[in-house]
């Protein structure tokens, strides 16, 4: 049985990770299987990477993939990594890819920028260098049929997920959490997050006058898909877990999209 290591006291305590090396296998692997790598360039000299990959069929799903927007949360980061590694992206899908979006956070290890600011707060009226180069480039792209934000919660009792979904697209989210459970512990606690949850999955409001502060899922949805998910892995177990976790879901959610 798989256990918490009870290490996140007050905040995450668990493992670190060189997001330069991580970020270099993404692009290394991206490169060698024909994806096209931008350089998002902001004024304070960071410099963060998109990746695209038009579909071999035209009319297949397009999926916006993003992790790394806080600093303490290693998992989304490596399993894109491994996910590229091992092809596991079905080539008949257009992807847009963001792997870091907080690459000086992760150099502190806090969910925090450099500066101290929440990136995942800042989708409506952003101030960061970060976010809006992010937004800049989120601007030309063309719309998603889904969208994927990875991410961690360190005192998640076990994997849970968000969907945003307009109500036309057919749900992923039990898919993914029964691909999930069988590699890592499900939080199946009624109320997660101060928000309702049924067997792991927490479907918000996505009503924009809701949150003043928006977090980038909120404005994929308001702008860029009719289909979002937010995948949060338990921080107090093993790195390993953590990303068997997160990529067991993308897995899965892939497979669905192929039927």
């Given at each position: 049985m798989i256990r918490k290591l009870d290490l996140n006291k007050g905040g995450y305590r668990g493992e670190r990770i060189k997001i330069e090396r991580i970020v270099r296998r993404i692009l290394v692997s991206a490169i060698s299987q024909g994806w096209q790598v931008d350089s998002v360039s902001t004024s304070n000299a960071i410099s963060l990477h998109a990746l695209s990959r038009g579909g071999e069929i035209?009319?297949?799903p397009r999926v916006y993939i993003s992790a790394g927007?806080?600093?303490d949360e290693p998992?989304?980061?490596c399993a894109l990594a491994e996910l590229l590694e091992e092809e596991r992206l079905p080539r008949e899908f257009g992807y847009w890819v963001c792997p870091c979006l907080?690459?000086?956070?992760?150099g502190l290890?806090?969910?925090?920028?450099?500066?101290?600011v929440d990136l995942n707060r800042e989708y409506h009226a952003p101030s960061s260098d970060e976010v809006r180069s992010h937004i800049a480039w989120l601007e030309n792209q063309p719309p998603f049929d889904v969208a994927f934000c990875l991410h961690e919660d360190w005192e998640s009792n076990g994997f849970y997920l968000y969907e945003l979904n307009l109500g036309v697209e057919e749900s992923l989210a039990q898919g993914m959490i029964d691909a999930v459970s069988k590699v890592c512990p499900v939080d199946l606690?009624?109320?997660?997050?101060?928000r309702a949850a049924v067997g792991g999955i927490i479907r918000p409001n996505?009503?924009?006058l809701t949150r003043?502060?928006?977090?980038?899922?909120f404005y994929l949805i308001q702008h860029k898909t009719r289909r979002s998910y937010t995948l949060e892995a338990p921080s107090d177990f093993p790195l390993p877990v953590r990303v068997a976790a997160i990529k067991a879901a993308m897995i899965a959610a892939l497979a669905m999209l192929r039927r």
């Open positions: 035209a009319s297949a927007i806080h600093g998992a989304g980061p907080n690459p000086t956070g992760f290890s806090t969910r925090e920028n450099a500066d101290g606690a009624p109320e997660i997050e101060g996505p009503d924009p003043p502060q928006w977090p980038e899922a």
